[in-house]
């Protein structure tokens, strides 16, 4: 079997285009209104593609950690005001609410693995880092949306419950807990849904770029596994900060419920 | 002063403002321990501000609350409201049995191992149940009892002050009236203070103790249910009683 790599021509890209126009006609037969979002989002796929192959072939040639870690920053930047945007009020402090928690969470989880579990060399080398740096964030960024959207809910839905608990002597942690765990568990069950059937169901995008690469099938699966592990890590710990200071952001210190927070 | 002298909560020169809008103005109080207060008036005259302020689940925005001879200020929260128990209008039933509701605060306080059965039967007695319907599914109560309930499990922190936020609004004229008979005979039982907001007249006549008349955000009366139901003394009060009692022997 011939398993050199095929470079596509941006001819070959053209046609693949062509997926995407069927796309488009069946979106308008079907009057799903979803014409020009499929355009712009198409567009924008290539656009944004084609400009971070060259922004990462630029940093694979230079040698600068802080450029590096300048473009972990910003990843985590657009990933927290993209999480933020999802909400119905995006505040300046939710912003920085998400940016601390997927900090904290992305942040954690690149160090534990890249420096003490695959120990590159060097600590900033980027072949490692972007890429991993994407995934974890990719999805972390998907959890930190549904926790949040979910522990807004419940907690704007559940304030007489809340406040029955505080009445009781509850702490606002204590009154918060229920809808702290129902948002931690809306945001973790997709990862885990997703580690349930990876293999089965599903080749993740980054075993499937390995193999076709022409990396070996075994070191692609170790670095899926190494992947998924790390997804689950990082969307625990950050949405574990968020829940827990997002619900604090709920309460006065002296346990009451905010009332703008609620009515918000 | 010697502390048994002071009331349990005072109030003075207390105001809410909320958006600009003033809620409550000026407001000074005093609870003295086993007393019983009917707080009445028109929507929106402030009255359940004024009880959210006595649990502290709100601050004011002008004047000071004492517990004791204590500032508010100066109290945890937490600490308060166990010495402070609140029952709100609509009742709120958390998942499980009537015995899980009721052992919830004790719960919240990790304190599990203190629960004794004899207090679970004595707080449903006090609250006029059955002691027997501990192990029933608290969800699939009447209205009027799961409003027992809620007042049940805020005894068991055995607190010094019960209040009630109209907690006959959503029950029939019976249950209403059999619910008002227990809490008077509650606050009889031993020196529990109660404070209960009524948007109905004819239940503060019913509760009796003292009846402070909340208009605009100002009390503009506060006298024993007997005088203020036979002879108002302001023109408010009577203005009052006359527009919302019809069927109230005066």
């Known amino acids: 079997m011939n398993t050199q790599l095929i470079d596509p021509s941006w001819m070959q890209i053209a046609c693949a285009a062509g997926l995407l126009l069927v796309t488009i006609g069946l979106s308008a037969a079907r009057g799903l209104g979803l014409g020009q979002d499929l355009i712009v989002a198409g567009i924008r796929t290539f656009v944004q593609l084609v400009a971070i192959g060259y922004v990462l072939g630029f940093v694979f040639s230079t040698d600068s950690p802080a450029l590096i870690i300048a473009i972990l920053i910003f990843m985590l930047a657009v990933a927290a005001w993209t999480v933020a945007a999802r909400q119905r009020r995006p505040t300046n402090a939710l912003r920085l609410l998400v940016l601390g928690s997927l900090s904290a969470g992305c942040g954690l989880t690149m160090v534990l693995a890249t420096e003490v579990i695959l120990r590159i060399q060097p600590w900033y080398n980027p072949y490692y880092l972007i890429p991993l740096m994407g995934m974890v964030i990719g999805n972390s960024l998907n959890s930190a949306t549904l926790a949040v959207e979910r522990l807004d809910s419940e907690l704007r839905g559940a304030r007489d419950r809340v406040e029955a608990l505080l009445a009781l002597g509850a702490t606002s942690r204590q009154a918060a807990a229920t809808a702290v765990r129902a948002a931690m568990k809306a945001a973790m069950i997709p990862i885990i849904n997703s580690m349930m059937v990876v293999g089965l169901v599903s080749l993740p995008g980054m075993m499937t770029g390995q193999i076709l690469g022409g990396s070996s099938p075994l070191v692609a699966i170790k670095y899926q596994v190494l992947i998924m592990y790390m997804i689950a890590f990082s969307t625990t710990i950050t949405t574990f900060v968020l829940t827990t200071l997002r619900a604090r952001s709920y309460f006065t210190p002296a346990h009451q419920l905010r009332e703008a927070a609620v009515e918000a | ?250």
């Open chain 2, 1 to 250: 002063m010697p502390i048994a002298s002071l009331p349990v909560i005072r109030l003075e020169g207390v105001g809410v403002t909320k958006q600009g809008r003033t809620v409550l103005s000026d407001v000074t109080l005093s609870f003295e321990s086993g007393g019983r207060y009917a707080i009445l008036g028109p929507s929106g005259a402030g009255k359940t501000t004024l009880l959210r302020l006595l649990d502290r689940l709100e601050d004011p925005t002008a004047g000071v609350l004492w517990f004791h001879g204590t500032s508010y200020a100066q109290l945890s929260a937490i600490t308060l409201r166990r010495g402070v128990a609140m029952v709100f209008q609509v009742p709120v039933i958390f998942p499980g049995s009537v015995r899980d509701n009721l052992c919830a605060a004790l719960r919240l306080q990790r304190r599990d191992g203190e629960i004794d059965p004899a207090d679970l039967t004595r707080a449903l007695e006090l609250a006029g149940l059955d002691g027997a319907m501990l192990a029933r599914d608290a969800a699939a109560l009447s209205t009027g009892e799961k409003q027992r309930v809620c007042i049940a499990r805020a005894l068991m922190t055995r607190p010094e002050v019960l209040l009630l936020d109209e907690p006959t609004a959503a029950l029939d004229p019976t249950a209403a009236h059999h619910l008002i008979e227990s809490i008077v005979h509650l606050s009889r039982t031993g020196r529990l203070t109660v404070i209960m907001v009524s948007h109905q007249p004819e239940h503060a006549h019913g509760f009796g103790g003292e009846v402070i008349l909340l208009v605009g955000g100002r009390v503009v009366e506060q006298s024993s249910a007997e005088q203020f139901f036979v002879a108002p003394a302001t023109d408010q009060g009577r203005s009052y009683l006359d527009r919302t009692l019809s069927g109230v022997p005066s």
